[in-house]
């Protein structure tokens, strides 16, 4: 080691640089294998990723005619929702938020995961309604200790009425 000085160093600096990144791509895989098994039959819930039309890549969004699809051509396929993800701005009371995330389910979700509806009814879930659901945290976060039922809040010039807090 006294010989080979340089040497050395480079091999203990590679060999910590391999370790890192070995520690790290395991941390990686552990995080994605258990992402979702929160959820009951967490072993049973499969993710379909689409070609992104707009990007380079796989989108896992879908369509409910996918949905559909897969339910009526494969036996095997228990159930299926569709679920669409976007980032907004939205304003509640003329105060802007941006950034925040929305997501579109139909109501096969709620059969797939551990969703639940802690207040209010069904009526979200509607095609064509202006109602939408939001969390507690959401709801808090917006609106404080008020009752968030009933107010609305403006996401893309379109004014939504809270009929659902969900867990």
Same mark, same amino acid.
């Given at each position: 080691?006294? !010989?080979y000085k340089n040497q050395t160093l480079i091999s203990v600096i590679v060999l910590a640089v391999g370790f890192t990144c070995f520690a790290? @791509?395991?941390l990686w895989i552990r995080y994605e294998m258990t992402f979702?098994?929160?959820h !009951?039959? %967490?072993g049973q819930i499969y993710v379909v990723?689409?070609?992104n039309a707009s990007q380079v890549g796989y989108s896992r969004q879908s #369509? #409910? @005619?996918l949905a559909a699809h897969l339910k009526t051509t494969f036996p095997?396929? %228990?159930n299926a929702t569709q679920i669409s993800s976007a980032t #907004?701005?939205?304003t509640v009371n003329g105060v802007e938020y941006p950034s925040v995330s929305i997501i579109s389910v139909d109501s096969v979700f709620f059969e797939m995961f551990d969703v639940k509806i802690l207040e209010g009814s069904h009526e979200f879930l509607i095609s064509g309604s202006r109602k939408i659901a939001i969390t507690r945290e959401k709801a808090i976060q917006l609106f404080g200790n008020e009752h968030p039922i009933g107010k609305t809040i403006i996401v893309n010039n379109n004014e939504l009425t809270i009929s659902t807090i969900v867990t």
């Open positions: 080691m006294r !010989k790290l @791509a395991m979702d098994s929160f !009951k039959n %967490a990723y689409t070609p #369509r #409910r @005619a095997e396929v %228990a #907004r701005t939205i």
